[in-house]
């Protein structure tokens, strides 16, 4: 009975591993194209802005990536999906740095306001990427 629920933990592992590995890969993306060291002003210097705009963009990518996941036919087309879903979580931070050119600076400061539109436009983005793969 043991044995029989536990076989499918091997594409388990191999699904969570690889979906870990692209939200590693998406947090460093998403800290290069930003203009601060968002895990300096995290972790020394306690920005909450900074912490609220990274983690929601966090779970803005997981979404559209749960779905890829759901929806793949296999593990490199859940990869490929991810990969799009990171490019759409990308554009979409973009999107909200030009509706508000201060942006970077503005988490910086620790302004909240800001952090949160980052976070609100990257959670509208992540469900819309994860309904537009639902097919």
């Not at 993306?29 to 060291?37: E, G, L, M």
């Not at 900074?50 to 963009?57: L, P, R, T």
Request: net charge negative; charged share 5%; proline share 3%.
């Amino acid at each position: 009975m043991i044995l029989n629920s536990l076989s499918g933990l091997p594409d388990f592992l191999i699904y969570f591993v690889t979906a870990i590995a692209l939200c590693a890969l998406f947090l460093i993306a998403y800290t290069k194209v930003t203009p601060n060291r968002e895990f300096d002003l995290i972790f020394r210097e306690h920005n909450q802005s900074a912490a609220i705009a990274v983690g929601m963009s966090l779970l803005g990518f997981s979404l559209p990536l749960a779905s890829a996941i759901f929806h793949s036919a296999g593990i490199l087309d859940c990869v490929i999906w991810g990969l799009v879903a990171l490019v759409c979580q990308l554009a979409a931070y973009f999107l909200a740095y030009m509706a508000h050119p201060n942006l970077g600076e503005a988490i910086r400061n620790n302004v909240t306001a800001a952090g949160l539109w980052v976070g609100f436009v990257s959670l509208a983005a992540g469900l819309l990427s994860a309904a537009s793969m639902s097919y």
